[in-house]
């Protein structure tokens, strides 16, 4: 089995910043795309960015230049950094890694369970 662990959500005033971590653990052979997307209420889930297992990252045109996203290959862990924080960026975040399970395995979609982010003065 494999289990996605989020952390780093809360409750910050405009302009701030909050770091999410999402870790995965268990059976794990090896990962590929790790990505983080967001869900507001009453709205779809959207992409936010992702990074390849080469460290090429791609970003929603909404938080380019404020966010980033980073990896840690020895830890199975994506990270989000999240600076200058608007009320729009207030939703549920889930991460999202493609993980190979076996040798020779196919890659699969596992979810982190969401945190959330509340951005308000």
């Known amino acids: 089995q494999v289990q996605l662990v989020e952390s780093g959500g809360g409750l910050v005033q405009p302009g701030e910043s909050l770091r999410l971590s999402c870790a995965a653990s268990?059976?794990?052979?090896?990962?590929?795309?790790m990505g983080w997307y967001r869900q507001a209420p009453g709205k779809q889930r959207e992409l936010v960015a992702h990074?390849?297992?080469?460290?090429?990252?791609n970003y929603a045109d909404s938080v380019k230049g404020r966010f980033t996203i980073s990896r840690d290959n020895a830890k199975n862990t994506v990270y989000l950094q999240m600076n200058s924080l608007k009320p729009d960026d207030t939703a549920v975040y889930y991460c999202n890694q493609e993980i190979r399970r076996r040798w020779a395995g196919p890659f699969e979609n596992y979810w982190g369970q969401g945190t959330q982010v509340t951005v308000s003065s």
């Open positions: 990074i390849s297992s080469g460290g090429s990252t």
């Open positions: 268990g059976s794990i052979i090896s990962i590929n795309t």
